[in-house]
């Protein structure tokens, strides 16, 4: 049952102009700091009510941030009509069916990545959002953050020249830490990589263009889940050949992609606070740019500033369903076809411990 906040805020005025007006299904961890404050603080935005499963929770998350309402049913905040469009920051497993009834309700929404545990889900949430006509964004929000847009700035200058090659790598112990939903394939739809190799590889989307002539490896290399937890993949991106892996049974830690040209090369790090670095020849430039205090707040801005008609956002159902069809392409050799419910029928996967 939904109940109204149990503190004096008072009712949610009718929007000014120029005003979208949020909710949010799953006020978890993510919501505190990297996406939650960013609805409120966005020019054009307020976050006007939450919803969580537990309703104290709610409540508490909705007292401390100043939240107006809060529900402990989705179907109550999606049908709240003060509610102008949904961020949907659920796990995975959950983002198809909300992402649905938020289409069906008429209301734009902003779903967390990874868009959803397979291509074929992805393809269900656009399917639903087309035919009402509706705009579907991704929270791939390094896309909208200035140390990537340097590195962005750096090769559309043409600062390396011509570019040559790509590569990525990703090494941590994360797997081999206690299981969570993450590593959890019916929640999550695979392991970490879904979780952390797709901020990589939509950067690669952003940065490059999207990647084609995708084939790819997954296998079990250690630790106590289930899931795949090693993966290497071959690409091309912006018209050359491009090499990532990462490594979750390991314990060294690693984080640099590389774009290589004619002229220099270009190194960042997908999560690590390390300078971005634009070398040539013997000269490097090495720029220290951090993250803002919440870290989603640029890309809702953008996604706020499309839904007005000011401006356009660059991480769109469109380009996350890229990123996901090159996961599933990595993917399919351990788990097989993605395009059921493989997650209920472990025993079928061919790259599973035997």
């Not at 090769?155 to 570019?163: P, T, V």
């Not at 500033?305 to 069809?325: I, K, N, V, Y």
Request: proline share 8%; with cysteine; hydrophobic share 40%.
């Amino acid at each position: 049952m939904s109940h109204p906040a149990p503190f004096p805020f008072p009712a949610s005025p009718r929007p000014e102009p120029g005003t979208v007006r949020w909710g949010i299904l799953g006020c978890g961890d993510v919501t505190e700091v990297k996406s939650g404050p960013g609805f409120r603080l966005a020019a054009g935005s307020r976050l006007v009510a939450v919803m969580r499963r537990n309703g104290a929770l709610a409540a508490d998350y909705a007292r401390r941030h100043g939240v107006p309402r809060w529900y402990d049913q989705a179907e109550a905040l999606i049908a709240d009509p003060e509610v102008d469009a949904v961020y949907i920051a659920t796990p995975p497993d959950s983002h198809e069916s909300y992402a649905r009834q938020v289409a069906a309700a008429g209301k734009p929404a902003y779903v967390e990545k990874p868009m959803a545990r397979s291509v074929a889900e992805c393809d269900r949430m656009i399917a639903a959002f087309a035919a009402r006509g509706l705009p579907l964004y991704v929270a791939y929000y390094r896309r909208a953050l200035p140390r990537f847009r340097q590195v962005k700035r750096w090769l559309d200058e043409g600062a390396i020249g011509r570019i040559t090659g790509v590569d990525c790598h990703l090494a941590s112990p994360a797997h081999r830490a206690a299981p969570g939903w993450r590593t959890d394939v019916r929640t999550a739809g695979a392991g970490l990589f879904l979780d952390l190799g797709s901020h990589a590889l939509d950067l690669l989307d952003f940065l490059l263009g999207p990647p084609t002539d995708v084939s790819g490896r997954a296998r079990h290399a250690g630790g106590p889940q289930e899931a795949e937890d090693s993966v290497v993949l071959h690409f091309t991106a912006g018209g050359v050949d491009g090499v990532a892996s990462w490594n979750f049974a390991t314990d060294a830690a690693r984080d640099i992609c590389r774009i290589s040209g004619t002229e220099g090369c270009v190194e960042y790090s997908v999560f690590d606070a390390a300078p971005v670095r634009l070398t040539r020849g013997r000269e490097t430039q090495a720029l220290e740019i951090p993250h803002p205090p919440h870290v989603q707040q640029p890309l809702i801005q953008t996604v706020v500033d499309e839904l007005l008609g000011w401006g356009t956002c660059p991480s769109t159902a469109q380009s996350a369903r890229r990123t996901s069809a090159v996961m599933d392409a990595a993917l399919t050799s351990f788990y097989g076809d993605r395009s059921g419910d493989f997650w209920a029928h472990p025993g079928a996967w061919p790259g599973r411990r035997r």
